[in-house]
């Protein structure tokens, strides 16, 4: 909104170009989501103290997070309520890519709305049913797959998968596009709600990918650049750095009330948001499969879960003392601080290793 009231006095003031620059708007929606989450986040903790909107902590969980029960939760809403209006304000609302990944990063933290609130209503640690949330999952990982594929520009990338380390290369997909757009979207959310057991674990992993992707995104849509780096060129994505420019910035501002020991949880509102938000940015800027690497951590733990189970059912043993992956550390005799910074260093490298893909191909 404020892109489009001070562009057009670029033609009484020269200084006013500056608005044209995706670069300079992302730093403003960086700044501004980042002092909305710290100057509204008094006023939210204590909303959700006087509703009684409370963490309840699962009792099979360490021992010690019992403490921890009774802190307000669904403090998501900051970071999703940060967020938008910080885009809305900076980015230009023309841009299709732009509505795409911000109307099913909302989806998103509506399922996790929906699933805190179910959980705080009735006073019980489990929300919406796993069928409940996955379906719901689909439901959008389908129309951001549909909304990608028919607004791909160049028109010829529609339904096309990029490979890392190799010059340009698109592989056509065709019918397995949708259900590949769902699995990285369902992946992704899931896989942050997931890392979301620590005071501050999530959310500066976070900062960390979507700080990554907003360079991928950039360059994916400024043509000089990616045809230099050889990046599968997208026109018009460059518009999304906004965007996730503002999914570094309110994840920051939230971090001040989030960092150990935490006033406030952000709950699946928050988690689910910022996974299909990540999700659905690594789509647009036809860089899916970096987000294996980029988001490594976030894989990381959702392996540990999913190889926990498998061998529980299969030989009847563990393999972690317990999981996700910080809690198997945690149960080693790692403080919670350890984990969460020795997790957040990884997440770092995994970040650096992604951006060190653009000179190898």
Same mark, same amino acid.
Not at 24 to 38: C, M, P
Not at 142 to 158: F, M, Q
Not at 259 to 286: E, N, T, W
Not at 293 to 316: C, K, N, P
């Given at each position: ?16 170009? =500056?608005?044209?620059?995706? !670069?300079?708007? *992302? ?9 909305? #989450? ?25 021992? $010690? ?7 307000? !939760?669904? /403090? ?15 980015? +230009?609302? !023309?841009?299709?890519?732009?509505? !795409? ?7 998103? /933290? ?18 919406? *049913? ?43 997909? /065709? ?19 997931? *890392? ?5 674990? @999530?959310? %500066? ?6 700080? *990554? ?8 849509? $400024? ?10 060129? =997208?026109?018009? @994505? ?7 420019? #503002? ?5 920051? %501002? ?13 709950? +699946? ?25 980029? %988001? ?7 392996? #540990? ?10 030989? /009847? ?8 992956? $910080? ?12 984990? =969460? ?21």
């Amino acid at each position: 909104m404020l892109y489009w009231l001070l562009l057009p006095l670029s033609e009484h003031s020269i200084g006013f170009n =500056v608005f044209r620059y995706i !670069t300079f708007r *992302t730093g403003l929606a960086i700044a501004t989501a980042f002092f909305i #989450s710290l100057m509204v986040g008094p006023w939210l903790l204590r909303q959700l103290q006087n509703l009684q909107i409370r963490q309840a902590i699962r009792e099979e969980g360490p021992q $010690h997070h019992q403490a921890k029960a009774g802190t307000p !939760t669904m /403090g998501g809403v900051l970071i999703v309520g940060s967020f938008t209006l910080a885009t809305l304000l900076w980015a +230009d609302l !023309t841009n299709r890519y732009l509505w !795409t990944v911000l109307l099913v990063t909302l989806g998103f /933290g509506l399922i996790g709305f929906l699933d805190d609130w179910i959980k705080v209503r009735y006073r019980r640690n489990l929300g919406l *049913t796993t069928r409940q949330k996955l379906a719901l999952q689909m439901v959008i990982g389908l129309a951001g797959g549909l909304a990608t594929r028919a607004i791909a520009t160049p028109a010829e990338h529609a339904g096309a998968l990029a490979l890392p380390f190799f010059k340009e290369i698109l592989l056509p997909l /065709g019918v397995l596009y949708l259900p590949f757009v769902v699995l990285v979207l369902l992946g992704s959310s899931n896989a942050v709600n997931l *890392t979301d057991g620590l005071d501050g674990l @999530a959310i %500066g992993a976070m900062v960390i990918a979507a700080s *990554t992707y907003t360079m991928f995104v950039y360059i994916a849509g $400024h043509a000089r650049i990616s045809e230099y780096l050889h990046i599968v060129p =997208v026109s018009g @994505a460059g518009e999304v750095a906004v965007f996730t420019g #503002s999914i570094v910035g309110a994840p920051l %501002g939230f971090l001040w009330f989030n960092c150990h020991p935490a006033q406030v949880f952000m709950g +699946d509102v928050g988690s689910l948001a910022l996974g299909g938000g990540i999700g659905i940015v690594a789509v647009v800027a036809k860089q899916e499969l970096l987000l294996i690497l980029v %988001g490594g951590l976030f894989v990381l733990e959702a392996a #540990s879960v999913l190889i926990q189970v498998t061998s529980y059912r299969l030989r /009847g043993k563990r393999v972690f003392r317990m999981a996700p992956l $910080h809690h198997h550390f945690e149960l080693l005799g790692w403080t919670e601080t350890q984990v =969460v910074v020795r997790f957040w260093i990884l997440s770092v490298v995994f970040a650096l290793a992604g951006l060190a893909t653009l000179k190898l191909r």
